[in-house]
T-cell receptor, first 115, second 118 residues
Framework: EAQVTQNPRYLITVTGKKLTVTCSQN?????MSWYRQDPGLGLRQIYY???????DKGDVPEGYKVSRKEKRNFPLILESPSPNQTSLYFC??????????????FGPGTRLTVL | AQSVAQPEDQVNVAEGNPLTVKCTYS??????LFWYVQYPNRGLQFLLK??????LVKGSYGFEAEFNKSQTSFHLKKPSALVSDSALYFC????????????????FGKGTKLSVKP
């Protein structure tokens, strides 16, 4: 089944404890992206990647890191989480055909709470 | 700054009535416009998109949207609403890479909650 998977789905942690949220897609998509969803703010893009070893900042990259060492995986790293990073996180991927933004396929989300 | 506005936090309609969810955008160059839907406790699902061509775009589940360049709008519509259409709807825009934006940068509106009552 074609899908985007995220792990963990739920995570409660404490301030300053490094964590990684994994994202994997099995559709051979070029493009992958991370978003956070907050009430009243909609979805905001954190980072995106148009190919292996190519990543770019979105609108809210502060406090986050990403890497794209293989096509299928795009982990989101919080080196020192803070309470303002408590949010619902979504990973997404798309084929990136012809350079235009194509339909994005979203993962199920990761609900992160930082105490 | 490039942005997307969804002026209504919530839209309430009766089942069987037509529905409209509004979206306006501000972006340099030619925009690529999208609508996504989010059902409770789920990720977002693609509904439809406008890249170029016909201003009226038809998508999944009977939804359609009309691109209006002069009004910089991309309103989502459906002729006859269903209770199962109740969800959170997001409009999104990807800026034209020829005008300084990056086509990888997708900008979402804040979302509009659609409630369809029987």
């Amino acid at each position: 089944e074609a899908q985007v998977t995220q792990n963990p789905r739920y995570l409660i942690t404490v301030t300053g404890k490094k964590l990684t949220v994994t994202c994997s897609q099995n559709m051979n998509h070029e493009y992958m992206s991370w978003y956070r969803q907050d009430p009243g703010l909609g979805l905001r893009q954190i980072y995106y990647s148009m190919n292996v070893e190519v990543t770019d900042k979105g609108d809210v990259p502060e406090g986050y890191k990403v890497s794209r060492k293989e096509k299928r995986n795009f982990p989101l790293i919080l080196e020192s989480p803070s309470p303002n990073q408590t949010s619902l996180y979504f990973c997404a991927s798309s084929p990136w055909a012809g350079g235009t933004t194509d339909t994005q396929y979203f993962g199920p989300g990761t609900r992160l709470t930082v105490l | 700054a490039q942005s997307v506005a969804q002026p209504e936090d919530q839209v309430n309609v009766a089942e069987g009535n037509p529905l409209t969810v509004k979206c306006t955008y501000s972006v340099s160059g030619n925009p690529y416009l999208f609508w996504y839907v989010q059902y409770p406790n789920r990720g977002l699902q693609f509904l439809l998109k406008y890249i170029t061509g016909d201003n009226l775009v038809k998508g999944s589940y009977g939804f359609e949207a009309e691109f209006n360049k002069s009004q910089t709008s991309f309103h989502l519509k459906k002729p006859s609403a269903l209770v199962s259409d109740s969800a959170l709807y997001f409009c999104a825009v990807s800026p034209d890479g020829n005008y300084g934006g990056s086509q990888g940068n997708l900008i979402f509106g804040k979302g509009t909650k659609l409630s369809v009552k029987p």
